[in-house]
């Protein structure tokens, strides 16, 4: 079966600081791969994807991710945080071997500190 | 014109009580699903329908029951609501050709008292 792990629970970054949030997936076939965020009190919105095109997606808001095989990782980030970004992040994999179903990581809440 | 609609927002009532999620979406997408997401944001899928045919039916009491009178369109229905289902409840549709991506409603809060 998929899975998808995020490793950090919570992520606290400063304003203008580097953000990383950490996703692995597991996977014998190489599937499709998202980022959503959530901002309080509203619904998932997609900030980016990976679907065997390019490793390096780039995303909404200055976020991309990097899909690398080796390490069946799919790692977002952003070089300068703002405050807008203080939200849930979730990871989900989707592909022909899970029927293209979704499954979502357990999300990374990031606190942007001014 | 929002995507994927749903309502109510926000949904109190009182347990025992019988309620409905309705949910409508207008990008043309044959698969829709039910998302449950507790107050740790954990998300968990409930229900999937692919053109009114339900075929993902996780581990969820039978209070719950979906309905999809067509492929736009995946209500929910939930009998003798109990404390332990308050949560953000998620209706979301994707297409089932190439890379699927899903897309979320706002979610309908429910609280039961």
Redesign the interface.
């Known amino acids: 079966a998929q899975s998808v792990t995020q490793l950090g629970s919570h992520v606290s970054v400063s304003e203008g600081a580097l953000v990383l949030l950490r996703c692995n997936y597991s996977s014998s076939v190489p599937p499709?791969l998202?980022w959503?965020v959530?901002y309080p009190?509203?619904?998932?919105?997609?900030l980016l994807?990976y679907?065997s095109a390019a490793t390096l997606v780039k995303g909404i808001n200055g976020f991309e991710a990097e899909f690398k095989k080796s390490e069946t990782s799919f790692h977002l980030t952003k070089p300068s945080a703002h405050m807008s970004d203080a939200a849930?992040y979730?990871c989900?994999v989707?592909g022909s071997n899970t029927?293209?179903?979704?499954y979502?990581g357990?999300?990374t809440?990031l606190t942007v500190i001014p | 014109d929002t995507a994927?609609s749903q309502t109510p927002k926000y949904l109190v009532t009182q347990m025992g009580n019988d309620k409905s999620i309705k949910c409508e979406q207008n990008l043309g997408h044959d698969?829709m699903?039910w998302y449950k997401q507790d107050s740790k944001?954990?998300?968990k899928?409930m229900f999937?329908y692919n053109n009114k045919e339900l075929?993902?039916n996780e581990t969820v009491p039978n209070r719950f029951s979906p309905k999809s009178p067509d492929k736009a369109h995946l209500n929910l229905h939930i009998n003798s609501l109990e404390l332990g289902d308050s949560a953000v409840y998620?209706c979301?549709s994707?297409s089932?050709s190439g890379?699927?991506?899903?897309?979320?409603?706002?979610?309908s809060r429910l609280t039961v008292l």
């Open positions: 499709y998202f959503y959530q009190n509203q619904g998932l919105q997609l994807k679907t849930e979730f989900a989707s029927g293209n179903q979704f979502f357990t999300g809440s | 994927v698969t699903y944001k954990f998300l899928i999937s075929i993902i998620f979301a994707s089932s890379a699927n991506v899903l897309t979320f409603g706002a979610g």
